[in-house]
């Protein structure tokens, strides 16, 4: 029985992403070969790269206003070092909304003395601050958009008189935003934009080239732009697959269609987590992440119960983060509406149990 | 029909690898999951990288030993970056045998001032420099056991008096070494390890802590050590297939039995090299590698006729790297020697017919 996965990444993907995938790694394109031994340097490769990359700046209405997409490893964590060895020169502004902007953070002091314009971490970091001031005499501004953890996502995005690096590993092609308010986005596949193993970075060109360091090749955006994101041999794997889900996403309508299909999935989830009186929200309502709903049972007798219901509905994933504890139901871009119906359906039983 | 693939890199792997990879993106143990899906801190994810961890450090022979094995992303080329940054306080000394210890040599020195021990540059790296010394006042000494561009191959390494990191992405696994003289092994795993995507990284412990810049986190050993190798999200799909690759291999009786199928295949290879008057070795006799054999036909006007046979016989990925030109052949651990009696074949067709 295929399960309801709600695990916080890696994550579901669709179905025909899975088959598509499955097929490549025994023969790609009838070519006699599987995807895993084709050259990277070979046609068949070079084309599915540059159409990963070019699906992403088309998602994001970017593509032709000065940006460039690039496929790299590492994760959000080698970004947290990147953003800084490319941008820092002197002095930049963090948010810090949660563990990956306070990691963000550390990172970056290595080179440098860090702002924190503004900070949730006294509060568990369960709201979004506002209102604060992004000083225009610092290199850059970098926030995390949304914050698988905690369940926050900001739902808008402070004018800034400086560069924006922004974290959107958790939220990217998953609602309709001015992207081109950002000059660094960043975010690791695992979550709306393939398997785990590969980066979508995604630079204006011309924050590029201000800093005075030696950066090392492997941590340049300039020289993985010079080499269209093949500097070394890419994750093949991961990158096909990112573009089987992208190309997936835009059939659907891109981001426009899930948009709505996702905002309808949180109205559901959120509606139950507030009807339900065995249930309560953790994060500040306003905001609340489309993407990750935290909740906790306020009888935690009801541990045992619950969770066995759950694995009787074939739901898995929806453990709360170690940090926090509780559930975390994810409801990324490949979640369908049916699998948070059927958790819904069991916290409702829960209720009539209790 | 399945082609004989000589690609450089990535490159074949043995086709229950293929098959076990292909069957574990739609359902990975029977768990109603795709393995692309299932969270990393899964116990099931945790057994994988257990084990692939265990299986690299028992075939070098190095369990038990003081060492740790990592898969990390970011290729070779990030290791160059690795390396300095763990291992260089204030000098290391570099052997100079291609186009990838150039590079390394050119990340190193962006942390300090790097001793070209040899290097057969002048040569068009046709061969291995021997008899030089390895300063003991230095930090450390690198070296590229298998320079896959030009064909050759370290068959011995010098006695050092100081740490030694060596580069083996194109022969780890494919001969008896004793691996206890290497304090760092890296190799990007497009080759003898699995599909592109992921690094191993065999680390003695006690070389590590020794120099006094603060290390970011994401290249820092000893972080991924403490973390067993999950610091962040690891490449799943790449460790996984990794880790059937290097089971394989241990099923075959490991790198004793994989060294002499890999002997017999060079054999085959570098006779008809030597012995057909249509073709020239690129590299020195004495050096040459039993993973990449390269060679050039002597009158170039049998290009057409020669490359129009290999393609009806099946053959692949023949090309030589676009610096040097000509042909090369790479053999690598799962390379069939039928494949090779194949390329060999159409040689000698060539010479009836020249």
């Given amino acids: 029985m295929k399960k309801h996965n709600f695990s916080a990444g890696p994550c579901i993907l669709p179905?025909?992403?899975f088959q598509k995938a499955s097929e490549a790694v025994i023969e790609y394109n009838n070519e006699g070969l599987s995807l895993l031994e084709i050259s990277h340097r070979s046609k068949s490769f070079v084309d599915i790269m540059e159409k990963a990359r070019y699906l992403a700046l088309e998602l994001l209405g970017l593509?032709?206003?000065?940006?460039?997409?690039?496929?790299l490893q590492g994760g959000a964590s080698t970004q947290f070092l990147m953003v800084a060895l490319n941008l820092l020169?002197?002095?930049?502004?963090y948010l810090n909304t949660g563990t990956w902007s306070d990691k963000a953070i550390k990172e970056a002091k290595i080179y440098d003395d860090i702002l924190e314009v503004a900070s949730s971490k006294d509060a568990g970091?369960?709201?979004?601050?506002?209102?604060?001031?992004?000083p225009s005499d610092h290199d850059y501004f970098h926030c995390t958009s949304n914050n698988t953890i905690y369940g926050t996502q900001m739902k808008s995005f402070p004018k800034s008189p400086i560069?924006?690096?922004c974290d959107m590993s958790s939220d990217i092609f998953s609602r309709q935003l001015d992207f081109t308010q950002f000059d660094i986005i960043y975010a690791g596949a695992q979550k709306n934009i393939g398997p785990a193993g590969t980066t979508l970075v995604v630079v204006k060109e011309d924050v590029l080239g201000k800093v005075s360091r030696k950066i090392p090749s492997m941590m340049d955006y300039k020289v993985h732009?010079?080499?269209s994101s093949m500097f070394n041999t890419p994750p093949v794997f991961s990158i096909y697959t990112s573009m089987l889900n992208l190309e997936w996403l835009k059939n659907l309508g891109g981001i426009k269609a899930i948009e709505e299909i996702n905002e309808m999935k949180a109205r559901v989830m959120y509606s139950e987590i507030d009807l339900n009186p065995l249930f309560k929200g953790y994060a500040a309502k306003e905001d609340r992440s489309n993407m990750n709903a935290t909740f906790n049972l306020i009888n935690e007798d009801l541990k045992e119960t619950f969770e066995t219901m759950l694995k009787e509905a074939g739901i898995s994933g929806l453990s709360g983060h170690r940090s926090v504890g509780g559930y975390r139901a994810s409801m990324y871009n490949a979640m369908p509406l049916d699998s948070v119906k059927a958790l819904v359906e069991v916290m409702s039983e829960l209720e009539l149990k209790a």
């Avoid at 593509?63 to 496929?71: I, P, T, V």
């Avoid at 020169?89 to 502004?93: G, H, M, V, Y």
């Avoid at 970091?125 to 992004?134: D, L, Q, S, T």
Wanted: aromatic share 16%; charged share 30%; proline share 6%.
């Fill in 163 to 165: 560069p924006v690096a």
């Fill in 225 to 227: 732009i010079s080499k």
């Fill in 63 to 71: 593509e032709g206003k000065g940006y460039k997409a690039l496929f």
């Fill in 15 to 17: 179905q025909e992403v």
């Fill in 125 to 134: 970091y369960n709201y979004i601050p506002k209102g604060f001031e992004i």
């Fill in 89 to 93: 020169e002197k002095r930049a502004a």
